[in-house]
């Protein structure tokens, strides 16, 4: 009989930490191994938003902070989401978490019920579905392909809901498609949504900053839908701020509230120095980001075109985020030595082992005809990991 809970045992190990602590494991035996498995810039944070975090260090800036987050930065964030997103959210509404992820969570263990539904687009950020586990919902999911740009359709939005159906949680831009909705594709989700009236929605918004496709759409921008929805952001992406796991939400004041009295039973108030760091980012003019996106698009297109040099692999073009999610499933049913490749997981390993390069399967995002690889890695590396992929691919016969 297992002495952990059963809500421990029930919870999967993140698929992104886990091949990414593989891969550590294994370049530590001596192995040469390029990791497109974790979603990280690999750019430095700017030097502005250190020089915050060091002032506020001399400053003594070092005490508990308030659960909700500093007042200051709250405020700053209100003042970016109106004029970076034409959002209307005071102070009091937007709540500081330690990331995105405990903001999600937040969010989720307060409004969801044992046995309500959560509409959950595939493919998703794998902690969604765990999230959901954990407050006793139920996932529905909605299937995308290469095909439909991995996005859902408001049809397939207005079938899968029921009288059950509580919530709503997607990316824009996504991870781990790079799919990005445009003003018109979210106005008529909301068409939908709107005539539901207990049904909410999560805006997982993080990638705002890296986006390719000339500007970033709110879901909160509609007025008719702007008090169902919860706007989650932070500035790990955007910024190259990652390890300051700083995140936080523009939500309904009542959802707000309910996220501070959860968090505040969990960790409290996130890092005070890395709250006045993200206080110098968030006030920053968006250009400052421009340099890390353009980059990334760089990257991107490169990684496009050395795709297309690989049979059977189809992508669609990513408009933000930075990943590529290919139909890899030409390759199922395809074998080399003791490889037998019949589904995302085998391919997955088969390169990790065969040729030295870590990426995510599919499955852990809910298509097991995909694998996730991040092109936020330098170019010489990024070249040199898709030669191996397209070598070690070749010997699948």
Same mark, same amino acid.
Request: glycine content about 6%; some cysteine.
């Given at each position: ?46 030097? /502005?938003?250190?020089? *915050? ?59 969801? %019920? ?28 909605? @299937?995308?392909?290469?095909?439909? %740009? ?5 049809? &397939? ?17 996504? %991870? ?12 008529? #989700? ?30 909160? &921008? ?25 995140? /936080? ?15 505040? &039973? ?37 990684? #496009? ?5 690989? @049979? ?13 999610? @290919? ?21 997955? #390993?088969? #390169? ?5 390069? *870590? ?18 890695? *330098? ?19």
């Amino acid at each position: 009989m297992s002495k952990l809970s059963d809500r421990i045992n029930n919870l999967a190990e993140s698929q992104t930490l886990a091949m990414a602590k593989k891969s550590r494991e294994l370049q530590a035996q001596g192995k040469d191994i390029i990791s497109l498995s974790i979603g990280e810039p690999d750019f430095d944070t700017p030097q /502005f938003i250190k020089d *915050a975090a060091k002032r506020a260090i001399d400053n003594n800036v070092t005490r508990y902070t308030p659960v909700s987050g500093i007042l200051e930065l709250r405020k700053a964030v209100a003042q970016k989401f109106k004029r970076d997103n034409n959002l209307n959210y005071t102070p009091e509404q937007i709540i500081v978490s330690t990331g995105a992820k405990q903001s999600l969570a937040n969010i989720i263990l307060s409004l969801v %019920n044992p046995g309500e539904e959560v509409i959950v687009p595939i493919p998703y950020w794998v902690s969604y579905i765990e999230t959901i586990k954990l407050a006793e919902g139920i996932t529905v999911t909605i @299937p995308t392909s290469v095909e439909s %740009n991995f996005k859902i359709s408001p049809e &397939q939005l207005k079938k899968a809901i029921t009288p059950k159906t509580k919530l709503i949680v997607f990316s824009t831009p996504c %991870n781990p498609s790079g799919s990005v909705y445009s003003k018109s594709e979210l106005k008529a #989700l909301a068409d939908v949504i709107i005539k539901y009236p207990d049904l909410y929605i999560i805006s997982d918004e993080i990638y705002e900053h890296i986006n390719f496709a000339g500007g970033h759409e709110s879901m909160a &921008q509609f007025d008719f839908i702007n008090d169902r929805v919860i706007t989650v952001n932070g500035v790990s992406k955007g910024f190259a701020m990652t390890g300051w796991r700083i995140g /936080f939400i523009g939500a309904p004041l009542w959802i707000a509230q309910a996220c501070e009295k959860m968090q505040g &039973q969990f960790t409290s108030g996130a890092c005070s120095i890395s709250q006045m760091a993200a206080l110098e980012a968030v006030k920053a003019d968006q250009s400052v980001t421009f340099g890390m996106r353009d980059s990334f698009k760089k990257r991107r297109d490169l990684s #496009l075109a050395l795709l297309k040099e690989i @049979p059977g692999i189809k992508t669609t073009v990513p408009d933000g985020a930075f990943y590529i999610f @290919p139909d890899i499933s030409y390759y199922f049913g395809k074998s080399y030595n003791n490889y037998h490749i019949k589904n995302s997981s085998d391919l997955s #390993l088969f #390169l990790l082992e065969e040729g030295n390069t *870590a990426l995510v399967s599919g499955d852990a995002f809910g298509d097991d005809n995909c694998i996730r690889f991040s092109f936020a890695i *330098a170019e010489e590396k990024l070249i040199e990991a898709i030669r191996r992929m397209k070598e070690a691919l070749a010997k699948l016969r």
